[in-house]
C-alpha cells in the first residue's frame, strides 16, 4: 500500500537518520528534535548514535528574569557570534525554553521575532521549546537537544531560559558558561529572583542599559559580588551551586564581570562576546571544561533514572490496588504517604 | 545525660505533637511545619494522624508575574479575611513559596515586610518557604504544610507562589480558588507568562490599577477571555489544566471576574476578598469542591510515589555498578539513555 510507504519514508532508521543529522542535513535535525520532544523510541536510538560525537560546542546558558530583555540579547550575541569580520566564524543554535506558558505546548513569542533578524543564515538554527506536563522532563528534553545540535555541528549552543524554577535551573545547569540577565527598575521581586541567580553567573549582564537606574542595578550587583567574595563564598556557592559540588572544584580565579548592553541596538553586545569568550578560555585552560561536563552528563543519568523509574513501576502494578488506595486517601481514611507506602511496600 | 533529655523533649512524640497542634499550640505548628519542610519520618508521622482531620479549609493560590505586587496583595487580603466588622472572622495563614532563590534556602523578602501589618494578630500565621533542591519536592512539601494549617483549624489558607515553572505550577494545583495578579506594563515577556497563567485562573486582578496603563491590560485580558469562551474554550481549558481532567468536570458556569486593585493602599481588595467568597460558595454550590479535593489528593499520591520509588532504587543498587555506568558515559562510549537502561534493567 502507498500509505504505509509513506509513512515508513517519513520515518528512517535510526543510522540513517544519524547519518544524515551528522551530514548537515537541517530537515533532519528538525525532525530529530521533534523526536527527541516527544520521547520516541527512534529518538532516543539515534542519541544514542550520535552520542560519541558530542562534546565540541560551547553551552552558553543565558537566563534572567521576566522582563530584562534577554530574547533580544541572544539575538544580538548569535550575530555577534557570525560576523564575518571575525576570524573565526561560529556555527550557531539557540534553543528557546519557554517554561513560562507550560499549557500552551508551544512557544508564544520569540520565533517569530528572531526568524526576521537571522532567517536565512544557513549557520544558525532557531528552536523554541514550551514545558511539557511531566516532572523533569523539560531539563532531560533540552539536553538531548542541545546534544542532538553538538553532534550536528554547532559551534555555539545558546540556551535560553526564564530564570526562575526549578526546571530552568536544571537547565543552566546544562551550560559551561552562564551568562545571568538584570535589567534596571524591576522591582522588589525581581530583585529577589536576581539573589537567587547571581549565585549561578559567571557573567552578569545589565541590559537596558540606556534605562535609567542602570547605575543602581549595576552597583548593586557589583557590590553583592564582592561581598562573597569578601566572605570566600564566590568560590564555595559556584560549587555549591553548579552539579556534584563535592567532585566539581571550579578554579576561584574566574570573577564574574559585570557588563552594560541595550540589547535592542547592539550596544555592549561586543564586550560580551569577548567576556563569553574569555571565559571559555579559561575553562579550557583550567580544565573546568572537562569537570563540568563530567558534572552534567552523571546529573543527566540521575534525571533519566528518576524518569524511567516511575514510569516502569507504574506498568507494573495492579489498577484495582492503586484505585483502592486512591479512594482510601480520598475519603480521608488514610493519608496519601501511608498510602504510597503501602502501595511499594505492599502492605 | 541532660542534653540527651533536652533533645527527647524537644522531640515529642507523634501523638503528643499532633494533640498540641490540634489544640491551636502555635509553637508546636511551627515545629511540625519545619519537620514537614525536612521531611522527616517525624513529620510525616504527624501528618498521618493529623490527615482525617483535613478538609475544612479554603485553600486560595495567589500566583502571577514577579513585579505585579502580589505580595501585598495577599497581605491586603489576610487583613480583609480578618476584619472585625464582618459577621464571620476567620483565621488566616500564608504560604509564601518563594521558587525564585532554589539556593538560598530561605526566603529572602516578604516575612519582616508582612510582619509589620500583621504581626501580634494570634489568628493570622505566615510561613515562607524556599525551594528545596529535589525535583517536586517543593509541591508534596507545600502540600504537606497546608495540611497540617488545615488540621489546626485556619479557615482560609493563603498560598502565594511565583507565577512561573511546573513547580509553581503544580502548587496551584492545590488551590480551591485560584487568583492570578497581572499588573500594566510589565512588557512582552511577562504578557507571554500571562497567557499560561490564564488558563488557571478562576478570579482576574489587575494591580497596581494606579499606574498608566491599567485599561490596556483590563482590556487585554476580558478580549482573551471573551475569546476562549466564545471558543468554548474556558471550559475545555479548566478542565485541561485542573488536575485529572477527565475526572473533574468543572462546572461550565463559573466565568472568571477581573477585578482591579491597587495594594498599597487597599484600594479594590474589598471586591476581591467578596469573589473569592463568591467561587467558594459557587464551588460548594456545584459538588465542584469535592471533585478538586478528590483530584488534588490523587495528584499528591503521584507525586509522592515519585520521590520514594526514586530514592528506594538508590538504596537498592550497587554503588560500583552505578559508578562504572556514570564512567562510561562521562567517556562518551553509550550514552545516558543506554546507561540507565542497562542499570535498571540489568543488562
Known sequence: MQIGNDVKSQMPDANSFAEKVLAGNRLALARLLTQIENETTLGFDVLDILFPRTGNAHLIGVTG??????????????????????????????????????????????????????????????RSMASRGSLGGLATTTSGIVLALDAAGYDVILVETVGVGQAEVDIVRLAHTTVVVEAPGLGDEIQAIK????????????????????????????????????????????????PYPDE??????????????????GKGVGSLHNAIAQHYNYLSDTKSIILKEQARLKYEVEMLLREILVARWRESIREHEYQLALTRVVQREISPWKAVKQLIEGR
Open 65 to 126: 528574569a521576566p522582563g530584562t530583555g534577554k530574547s533580544s540579547l541572544v539575538n544580538q550575541l548569535a550575530l555577534a557570534f557570525r560576523k564575518k569580520e571575525r576570524a573565526e566564524t561560529k556555527r550557531v543554535a539557540i534553543v528557546a525554553v519557554d517554561p513560562s506558558s507550560p499549557f500552551t505546548g508551544g512557544a508564544i513569542l520569540g520565533d517569530r521575532v528572531r526568524m526576521r533578524d537571522l532567517a536565512g543564515d544557513p549557520g544558525i538554527f532557531i
Open 195 to 242: 539573589a537567587g541567580l547571581m549565585e549561578i553567573a559567571d557573567i552578569l549582564v545589565v541590559n537596558k542599559a540606556d534605562k535609567p537606574g542602570v547605575e543602581i542595578t549595576e552597583r548593586a550587583l557589583r557590590s553583592m559580588l564582592q561581598m562573597r567574595k569578601d566572605q570566600g563564598r564566590h568560590v564555595a556557592l559556584a560549587n555549591r551551586i553548579k
Open 248 to 265: 566539581v572544584n571550579v578554579d576561584p580565579s574566574w570573577f564574574p564581570p559585570v557588563l552594560k548592553t541595550v540589547a535592542i541596538d
